[in-house]
């Protein structure tokens, strides 16, 4: 008899490999409610994509929306649930059985907040990458639950920063993501449909109007955090302006021996 989990594992499976998930990572719609986060997201791992073949371990990868920056690399594919084409299906404390130094890059990508145990995590990260390899982690700041199948926790920037400091790790940037009033919009495309109140109220009838033109045009607050706020889509973790983030990246070195 399959289980609930299972059910859930199988279907989660599925939704990381199709199409639409990918594509919404690599290029983004301006009309979707989650643009600003995954059009920051994907602008911050342009700088680490190379033409160079190295070895990369993706880690929890599920559908690796950004396996293309890296076309002429082996690309080894990790993960706790059954996704086509892994290398590695996880157990639950994220062991990897590979030997110390296998890889050039770790490359987690939206994973840290899903793990039980981020140390072990970051510790198995440090364990697998060569002297001067390096590690692009992304995780959340402040983000709804959304559990793959769980959902543990969230980072701020000095957290991350002295996890993987205690790991061994250089730190060589740190950046957040979405910050500021571009994060304010973002709160504003993911909550703004649960407000309700009665039409014949004067805040009843300004989100009546206000519903008319997100449906006349669903990207327009999108754009306009483009158009006004695009200093806040990538932002060094030490900006004491911007104390509010949706995600954060960090680049990472285990240093050579």
């Known amino acids: 008899m399959v289980s609930s989990l299972e059910v859930e594992r199988n279907n989660l499976s599925q939704l990381l490999e199709a199409d639409d998930y990918v594509r919404d990572r690599l290029t983004p719609s301006a009309n979707g409610s989650l643009y600003l986060h995954l ?71 939206q994973v840290l ?12 990260s440090f364990r697998v990458l060569k002297p001067g390899g390096f590690l692009v982690l992304t995780t959340h700041g402040l983000f709804q639950d959304h559990g793959c199948p769980y959902d543990f926790q969230r980072w701020t920037a000095d957290g991350l920063r002295l996890l993987l400091e205690r790991a061994g790790f250089r730190i060589k940037a740190a950046k957040k993501l979405t910050s500021g009033p ?47 706020y695009r200093e806040c889509s990538i932002v060094n973790a030490d900006e004491p302006n911007n104390t509010i983030y949706i995600a954060l990246l960090v680049h990472a070195e285990r240093p050579g021996e």
């Open 182 to 228: 571009r994060a304010l919009c973002f709160f504003i495309n993911q909550g703004f449909w649960q407000l309700r109140a009665p039409k014949w109220s004067l805040f009843g009838f300004a989100l009546w109007g206000l519903r008319g033109i997100w449906r006349l045009n669903p990207g327009w607050l999108n754009r306009c955090a483009d158009k006004y």
């Open 113 to 124: 907040e899903h793990v039980p145990d981020p140390g072990h995590y970051i510790a198995e």
């Open 39 to 109: 059009i920051d997201l994907r602008k911050s791992m342009g700088p680490f994509g190379a033409m160079e073949r190295m070895r990369i371990l993706d880690y929890g990868c599920g559908g690796s929306p950004y396996r293309s920056l890296f076309p002429n690399s082996e690309y080894v594919r990790a993960d706790f649930t059954h996704c086509q084409g892994l290398d590695f299906l996880l157990p639950s404390d994220s062991s990897i059985p590979v030997r110390d130094a296998s890889f050039d890059m770790v490359l987690s990508t």
